[in-house]
């Protein structure tokens, strides 16, 4: 019935393509009244760790934030550090949904389902970089939107968890980041599946982030 899209390497492409038509359309349409620095970075070794010249773990991000701040004017270490506060990475990696032969393998209250919306990720142990104030960020983007409320993911205590970029930056660069990502099935298998309304969905949630970050951030006490 169309409610699914099958393939390969979703993860992380879908992200990838979700940012990418997120940041043309805010190009196109509302760069004029934006008073921020809107950007986006794909990175390489994701899957091995983002130990690499060109990884996440790299001084890349670093590096950018400081010479763009530098080409704007902002030399200074106070400058700097103000840009630092200011920002925010909206960190995307595809999430587990819940599989309906599998459903216990996550916690009660915590199983994402596909074609149900974004998904935050949480993990007490920062494998995942949110928090109460990030994560409402993103809640908050998804009402002005007028999308469906996010869902939330917790890894079950007696389970692994993985990672993603967001720590890793977050750690490199102080930058605050959250943790999201569509819900999809059989992850990092030769067939993985995600639901259309999700990819929907997801674009929607990029384009609502960089329209109302800066609002919702000077909003917030």
């Not at 999430?95 to 919306?117: D, I, L, Q, R, T």
């Not at 409320?149 to 890793?168: A, L, M, W």
């Not at 750690?171 to 099935?185: F, H």
């Amino acid at each position: 019935h169309s409610e699914f899209i099958h393939s390969s390497r979703m993860d992380n492409h879908a992200s990838c393509f979700l940012a990418v038509e997120g940041l043309v359309h805010h190009v196109g349409v509302e760069l004029e009244e934006d008073e921020d620095i809107a950007m986006i970075t794909l990175f390489d070794h994701e899957e091995v760790g983002s130990s690499s010249a060109v990884g996440a773990g790299s001084p890349i991000m670093g590096d950018a934030v400081k010479r763009i701040s530098s080409a704007l004017g902002a030399d200074s270490e106070d400058m700097l550090g103000a840009t630092i506060h200011n920002s925010f990475v909206l960190s995307c990696d595809q999430a587990h949904a819940v599989h309906p032969n599998y459903a216990s393998k996550h916690e009660k209250f915590h199983k994402p389902k596909m074609n149900g919306g974004m998904v935050i990720k949480w993990n007490s142990n920062q494998r995942y970089a949110t928090n109460g104030v990030t994560a409402f960020i993103v809640r908050e983007v998804a009402r002005k939107m007028k999308l469906a409320e996010p869902q939330e993911f917790v890894v079950r205590n007696d389970c692994g968890c993985g990672s993603t970029i967001g720590p890793i930056i977050s750690t490199n660069t102080g930058i605050r980041a959250v943790d999201i990502g569509c819900p999809s099935l059989s992850m990092h298998s030769i067939r993985e599946t995600m639901g259309i309304a999700d990819l929907t969905n997801g674009l929607n949630i990029f384009k609502g982030f960089f329209k109302y970050f800066r609002e919702i951030d000077s909003n917030i006490k």
